[in-house]
């Protein structure tokens, strides 16, 4: 249940537009069902074509716990903090705490990612 909250409680967009409520549904159900290829399949092109700060904190909790994804350190902070630019309400709280477990090169590099993910329009991130 609390994983169902914390998926339902980070919907904070500010993107201007909400993802279409039935991939967003697609997505979370197939998460809570443990199929996370295809939440992956949903989440992955609404942060980068449509560039929703949700589906980028989404995808920043994959790569951090492994889900779909090999766990990477990496891209969950690039992810969380490319939401977080996004005003995504808990990819920054998230970010730091990400980075707590991180090197100074790990940060670095999550950071130039990110900024070409930006330069990208978030296409091949």
């Known amino acids: 249940m ?3 909250l914390l998926l339902l409680s980070t919907v904070g967009w500010r993107t201007g537009v909400k993802p279409p409520i ?3 549904t697609r997505g ?3 998460y809570l069902r443990g199929n996370y290829a295809t ?3 949903q989440f992955k092109p609404l942060a980068e074509k449509g560039g929703h700060a949700w589906a980028q904190y989404q995808l920043g909790v994959m790569n951090h ?3 779909g994804v090999p766990k990477n350190r990496v891209y969950s902070h690039m992810w969380y903090n490319i939401a977080a630019l996004k005003g995504h309400k808990n990819s920054l709280r998230r970010r730091d705490l ?3 477990e991180m090197t100074p090169a790990q940060i670095d590099k ?3 990612l990110a900024i070409e993910c930006e ?3 978030h296409k091949g991130c």
């Open 28 to 30: 979370v159900n197939a």
């Open 110 to 112: 999550s950071q130039d």
């Open 2 to 4: 609390a994983l169902v």
């Open 119 to 121: 330069k990208k329009k």
């Open 22 to 24: 039935s991939i967003m």
């Open 39 to 41: 939440a992956l399949r």
């Open 98 to 100: 990400m980075a707590t």
């Open 65 to 67: 716990l492994g889900r």
